[in-house]
């Protein structure tokens, strides 16, 4: 039998790494899509007045357009040698608080709109904004504002470790998504 470890998908079929075609569905990850979704949904928002686009955020002087478009001076993980020590020993995701702290991220690297850097912290911002403005879940929000309205099923939010249990990582092994 093939585990999620032992199997790819290519031209959006799943196949065996070491074999013919597979008849079987299998969880993979959407890894920065997922930011694709994310930003239709906060659009979906201003196009239903919950959200404003193009306002600072209170108390931030960003707007939601620079965050989604990775242009509102906000620093990154990716570039901490903590956070890929931390990976490589396959420790647990740091806590949203700590993730910001550990990165300054009050400090921005540049004025708003003057330049772009790629930024995770960006968008768990946006998701913020996406469950206030909702009162909903970052998963549940999704589902009704983007997935459902275009027919797309089976999708689910990974939380926790466990979460990816079932999910074929290729390379990638025991992720923490938080």
Known sequence: MNTPADVIVREGRVVSAHG???????????????????????????????????????????????????????????????????VACRADAWPASELLARTDADQLIYRPGEGWAYSNIGYLLVRRLIEAATGEDLGSALTRLVLQPLGIEGVRLAERREDLATVAMGETCDYDPR
């Open 20 to 86: 013919p075609q597979i008849d079987v569905a299998i969880d993979v990850p959407w890894w920065s899509f997922t930011k694709t979704v994310i930003a239709a949904a906060a659009l979906a928002l201003v196009r239903d007045g919950l959200l404003v686009l193009d306002a600072p955020l209170a108390g931030e002087p960003y707007t939601l357009r620079q965050l989604l478009q990775h242009r509102a001076g906000l620093a990154d993980y990716g570039g901490l040698a903590t956070y890929h020590d931390a």
